[in-house]
């Protein structure tokens, strides 16, 4: 088979030997290089995948379209500079730089920024934000707290250079002038959530009695814009410092349309800057007005009052009695009191002085109780003596019966019956045979004294017993009759 036609429409056919060899390494560095010149600073839009934070700070995570994956990673350093947490599902614009990975032969994105794409993800961010601090209960009326009627003070965190200040500070003057303190800050773009956050903690820091008075009232005010405007005002940390304020706090971002988390959480929602000042402080000429009538009101009510009161001390001074009469009755009846007074007491007297004597002779005289004591302690003593004596008697006798039963279960009385105890070398109790040997020295207890024996073989035969004396019989006596047994007795 003939193959030279084949080979030779082959690309650099027969030079194979001649085309450089490299390492992986070299590859690899070769395509790095090309990758990071070619795209050196990139936008990229898609929808966050896989997205996770590693213990060390930074992120790792996924950029997906309807076509392709681009795997992307943020240094920690960045990620703390990116103005709001990625999440999976998460539409957004990333800008930076294309590089590869040689160790997984794999090309990503180092992010250096990041973006929502789209008002419908802002919205879907917003909504989710919004849920979560509401479960938190953030946005309960319960922990809102009251506006003060006439603040001192008034702490504003807006732009220095803007028109909200100015309309602030001229509705303010026209309604009732106030000190106002300005903490200026950027209302939008990078770094505007950090400065607002920065601002309401702040004036809650500043003490009571420090060289700068601390607000009685906060205002966190901005213009209207578009939602990605007022985004700050929507970030988590400005919410939650709103929430956390203890001074109370009027949020008046936007115009009356436009609705920001921080409307939520704070304590009074105002639809523009404008009208935020109004509710900060009511009207001067209005109070002064509502002082004035007031004041007339009342001096007509007083006058009016003492009127009444005039009239009614007269009536009444028509309705009291003559007083020279009054103090004459009262002078008679005192005087007929005080005679009455006099015989009172001595008859009193005297019905007591009867009575003591009546007492008196009811008493009964010392001398006899204590002779009557004498007979009654002396009758009891006697009681007392005669049934000590029986009662001693009584137990000395129950102590001879126990004694007496006591000495019959002794030992001794058995050892009159003709018993014997053996006891050891030592005086001990010797129980049974078993133990003995032949050469122990034993002692016999009997009931009139101790006997020494020593113990022998048991082979040994017993000593022959010694006859007892016969006792002479006095008389012969018969035998008698043996026994029938047929027969029985009668007795």
Request: proline share 7%.
């Amino acid at each position: 088979m003939d193959t030279a036609p084949m080979t030779e429409n082959l690309p650099n056919a027969g030079t194979d030997h001649n085309l450089p060899i490299f390492s992986v390494g070299e590859i690899s560095q070769a395509l790095k290089s090309v990758v990071e010149d070619t795209f050196s600073w990139v936008r990229v839009r898609g929808e966050i995948s896989g997205f996770k934070r590693a213990a060390s700070g930074h992120m790792y995570l996924a950029l997906k379209d309807a076509d392709a994956v681009l795997d992307g990673v943020c240094w920690r350093g960045t990620a703390g500079r990116l103005g709001l947490s990625p999440e999976d599902g998460m539409e957004v614009v990333v800008t930076g730089r294309l590089t590869t990975y040689p160790g997984r032969s794999k090309y990503q994105i180092v992010i250096e920024s990041m973006e929502l794409a789209g008002e419908g993800a802002l919205l879907k961010l917003l909504e989710d934000r919004k849920r979560r601090l509401a479960a938190e209960g953030l946005f309960d009326e319960a922990r809102k707290k009251p506006i003060p009627f006439l603040p001192d003070v008034i702490g504003v965190v807006t732009s220095p250079t803007g028109a909200v200040i100015r309309d602030i500070l001229h509705r303010l003057n026209d309604r009732f002038p106030r000190r106002v303190l300005l903490w200026p800050v950027l209302v939008q773009g990078e770094g505007a959530a950090d400065q607002v956050t920065a601002a309401i903690e702040g004036f809650n820091t500043l003490p009571e009695d420090g060289p700068v008075p601390r607000p009685d009232l906060l205002i966190v005010a901005r213009g209207g814009g578009s939602l990605e405007d007022l985004w700050s005002f929507n970030e988590e940390n400005v919410a939650r410092a709103a929430a956390a304020s203890d001074i109370p706090l009027i949020s008046a971002v936007g115009h009356e349309t436009d609705f920001t988390l921080i409307d939520f959480v704070s304590d009074k929602r105002a639809p523009t800057p404008t009208a935020a000042a109004e509710m900060a402080v009511p009207v001067r000429m209005e109070l002064l007005a509502q002082v004035l009538d007031d004041g007339a009101r009342m001096a007509g009510a007083m006058g009016r009052l003492l009127a009444e009161r005039s009239q009614r001390v007269e009536g009444l001074g028509r309705g009291l009695p003559n007083l020279r009469r009054v103090v004459e009755d009262s002078s008679q009846r005192l005087d007929d009191w005080g005679e009455r007074l006099t015989y009172s007491l001595k008859t009193g007297l005297e019905r007591r002085r009867g009575r003591l004597t009546e007492a008196a002779g009811r008493l009964v005289p010392p001398k006899s109780r204590i002779v009557l004591a004498r007979g009654t302690l002396a009758s009891e003593s006697r009681a007392l003596a005669g049934a000590a004596r029986n009662l001693l008697k009584e137990h000395r006798s129950r102590f001879a019966q126990a004694s007496a039963l006591l000495e019959s279960y002794s030992y001794t009385k058995v050892l009159e019956r003709g018993f014997t105890l053996v006891l050891d070398g030592d005086g001990e109790l010797v129980p049974s045979a078993a133990g003995l040997t032949a050469g122990t020295d034993l002692t016999l207890r009997f009931h009139d004294g101790d006997r020494g024996v020593t113990v022998r073989d048991g082979d040994a035969p017993p000593p022959p017993p010694t006859e007892k004396p016969k006792k002479p019989s006095a008389a012969p006596q018969r035998k008698s009759p043996r026994k029938d047994d047929r027969q029985g007795e009668l007795l």
